[in-house]
T-cell receptor, first 113, second 117 residues
Framework: GQQVMQIPQYQHVQEGEDFTTYCNSS?????IQWYKQRPGGHPVFLIQ?????EVKKQKRLTFQFGEAKKNSSLHITATQTTDVGTYFC?????????????FGKGTKLSVKP | GAVVSQHPSWVICKSGTSVKIECRSL??????MFWYRQFPKQSLMLMAT?????????EQGVEKDKFLINHASLTLSTLTVTSAHPEDSSFYIC?????????????FGSGTQLSVL
């Protein structure tokens, strides 16, 4: 079936360093969402990207959607210990049902104080 | 904000018994809910899509007779793991989308950790 590849699987950074996670699809996407799951918690919605080349910012987080709508990235500037968790991308393939998302494997971020 | 309540948070049961997990949307209507399974340190694996008033749609490889889904109202979906075995031990989590919202964002329940002895 369709897959969304997400890399890296793990990222260990020193507090204050930047962090980026990437998602790639072999097929065109209708939209892509990003979620954060804290240790022991459930995924929480961060953002949805819909337009080709779209860039959205939330404080230190920058989300991008590729021009071809096949890839996306999440960049965190100057990480803090509160950023710890697993970040998932979730994609709806073009023509797919609303809400029926394909999740990437996630990138687990650990931040050393 | 929209909240999805999932109950129970954890359950331990003997092999061969059935376990029911509830997923409720507390302040919005959800004609569709989704059930996932998450293994340790892995991603969410969609098991099935629960549709209010109709049969659930199961993903390939998921036994519909093993994982019974009922979506009897616009705010409640249940997943019953029938005749549970140790290999069914996992973290099960549901999500729902607000039917009246143009956004496709999903609201997740807090998950249920199932341990089958």
């Amino acid at each position: 079936g369709q897959q969304v590849m997400q890399i890296p699987q793990y990222q260990h950074v020193q507090e204050g360093e930047d962090f980026t996670t990437y998602c790639n699809s072999s097929t065109t996407l209708s939209n892509i969402q990003w979620y954060k799951q804290r240790p022991g918690g459930h995924p929480v919605f961060l953002i949805q990207l819909v337009k080709s080349g779209e860039v959205k910012k939330q404080k230190r987080l920058t989300f991008q959607f590729g021009e071809a709508k096949k890839n996306s990235s999440l960049h965190i500037t100057a990480t803090q210990t509160t950023d710890v968790g697993t970040y998932f991308c979730a994609a709806r393939p073009y023509g797919g049902s609303q809400g029926n998302l394909i999740f990437g494997k996630g990138t687990k971020l650990s931040v050393k104080p | 904000g929209a909240v999805v309540s999932q109950h129970p948070s954890w359950v331990i049961c003997k092999s061969g018994t059935s376990v029911k997990i509830e997923c409720r949307s507390l302040d919005f209507q959800a004609t569709t809910m989704f059930w996932y399974r998450q293994f340790p340190k892995q991603s969410l694996m969609l098991m099935a899509t629960s549709n209010e008033g109709s049969k659930a749609t199961y993903e390939q490889g998921v036994e519909k007779d093993k994982f019974l889904i009922n979506h009897a109202s616009l705010t409640l979906s249940t997943l019953t793991v029938t005749s549970a075995h140790p290999e069914d031990s996992s973290f099960y989590i549901c999500s729902a989308r607000d039917f009246d919202s143009p956004s496709e964002k999903l609201f997740f329940g807090s998950g249920t950790q199932l341990s089958v002895l």
